[in-house]
């Protein structure tokens, strides 16, 4: 059986419960080191904005859908990976 750090996943509350709509649902595609967040399923963003700290936040009628993180990998502390 694989290892499980559970107290990762718990850690992730805070952010289920501020997000929109108190749902949060994600994938990792690593080979593009990109994290994608969506608190809306099915979500049909009509509009995007590309951070300074590459995050796309993505739009439908100008309410947050999700995020699209850039370089995901690169962003977990030294401590945690």
């Known amino acids: 059986m694989a290892s499980l750090t ?3 996943y718990v850690s992730l509350i805070p952010a ?3 997000s929109p709509k ?3 649902w994600s994938s990792y595609d690593a080979e593009a080191d990109v994290l994608y967040v969506n608190f809306k399923k099915p979500s049909h963003a009509d509009d995007s ?3 300074d700290d590459d995050v796309i936040i993505r739009y439908e009628q100008s309410q947050v859908v999700g995020l699209t993180i850039l370089h995901a990998s690169q962003r977990i502390p030294e401590d945690k990976k």
């Open 49 to 51: 904005e590309l951070t």
């Open 22 to 24: 108190q749902y949060l």
């Open 6 to 8: 559970v107290e990762q």
């Open 16 to 18: 289920v419960k501020h």
